[in-house]
């Protein structure tokens, strides 16, 4: 039970009493009277006083302690709302804020999850690390793990771990995140746990896909341009240089585009162009590769290709799908075309002298009145 202070008029009446008492007696010795005090009261005036300055101790000590008990009830407040506040900010964010141990065993995980993976909080926290993310992702996880626990016990520093996890969503697909984790430790420094901080980035990385793609296909019919097809020819030259097998480059140029063009404008020949593309595609293997490098200008490069005479027969139906009429835009279209072929090793070992010589014949066939398909060895000394 706590004292309370006593109050100040109680303190000055005892105060003047002792010094009153203590006077008359002084005053008595002085004038030659001994003191006829009786025993019992100035023992009883010593013990009141002795009680009265231990029940200001006392009341100083309570007041000491009311301080230091209002303090922590105000201490522990604080610290509620902030855990509190710290609660919502985690409820409510939309990045998805998880704690696991070194187990990799969630041991929180907030609701934010349902928005991204589709399991709510309870569902989630029942998942292991292979459950709620590809196998990938799993294993760059534990590793970390494993790594981290080496650290602990040697007692070592180790970085955050920051990279791309993909989660699995209830429906099986992924979701990819960018995914930060940091140690968590007490006040004390004891290591307590690990925490994690999960962020969508999926729009990004389509984003990024989109640019990737754009940046080595076609933009009207989606073929690959340019730059893909040298990167695929470089590694099917290495593959046949390893193996000792064939390939073959194509050139293939549009003869009558350019009037078609300019008679039913750019739209029309854009769709002739898609159309074109569609069944030069139909014609291949999914191992070929059929690129748009310049206006009405494709290349093809079959990888492998048994001899020449296989070569020539894909240019030669390619030619002949693209002697048949089109049907564009209401308008009845006629276009031929004019390829030229060169094989590896035969006719060129290097990415540069096989698109040479096959535009060479390609050429070729067109100084020889177009519509033809000509292999390089067969051009005029």
Not at 33 to 45: F, I
Not at 107 to 120: A, D, K, Q, W
Request: with cysteine; net charge neutral; charged share 25%.
């Amino acid at each position: 039970m706590l004292l309370h202070w006593p109050s100040p008029l109680s303190t000055f009446v005892l105060i003047s009493v002792v010094i009153s008492l203590a006077g008359g007696v002084a005053l008595a010795g002085t004038l030659g009277e001994p003191p006829e005090v009786p025993k019992w009261l100035s023992y009883g005036l010593m013990l009141s006083l002795l009680a009265w300055v231990a029940l200001i101790y006392l009341g100083w000590r309570n007041r000491r302690l009311c301080r230091a008990l209002r303090a922590s009830q105000l201490a522990e407040r604080d610290m509620r709302a902030s855990e509190e506040r710290h609660r919502l900010l985690a409820d409510n964010a939309t990045d998805v804020i998880w704690t696991i141990d070194l187990m990799g065993n969630l041991t929180y995980i907030s609701p934010s999850v349902e928005r991204l993976r589709g399991f709510c909080p309870e569902e989630a926290m029942q998942q292991s690390l292979e459950q709620s993310m590809n196998a990938d992702s799993a294993r760059q996880l534990r590793h970390y793990l494993q790594r981290f626990q080496t650290a602990l016990q040697q007692d070592e520093g180790i970085e955050d771990f920051r990279g791309e996890l993909a989660l699995t969503r209830r429906d099986g697909s992924h979701v990819w995140t960018e995914a930060t984790v940091s140690q968590m430790r007490s006040h004390h420094g004891v290591f307590i746990g690990l925490i994690g901080v999960s962020r969508d980035v999926t729009a990004r990385r389509e984003a990024e896909a989109r640019i990737y793609h754009m940046a080595r296909h076609d933009g009207l019919t989606d073929l690959p341009n340019r730059a893909l097809y040298s990167d695929r020819l470089r590694q099917a030259l290495a593959y046949a240089t390893r193996h000792q097998t064939r390939l073959a480059v194509l050139f293939l140029d549009l003869d009558r585009f350019k009037p078609i063009n300019d008679t039913f404008g750019h739209d029309v020949g854009d769709l002739l162009l898609k159309a074109v593309a569609s069944r030069l595609r139909a014609c291949l293997r999914a191992e070929d590769t059929l690129a748009r490098v310049g206006g009405d200008e494709f290349l093809v490069l079959l990888s492998p290709v048994l001899d020449r005479q296989g070569a020539l027969d894909v240019a030669a139906k390619l030619h002949d799908v693209l002697t048949e009429p089109f049907d564009v835009a209401g308008q009845r279209l006629e276009i031929s075309s004019s390829i030229g072929v060169a094989l590896f090793p035969e006719h060129g070992r290097t990415e540069r002298e096989l698109y040479k010589h096959a535009d060479q014949a390609m050429y070729n066939a067109k100084k020889r009145g177009r519509s033809e398909v000509r292999m390089y060895q067969d051009l005029p000394a």
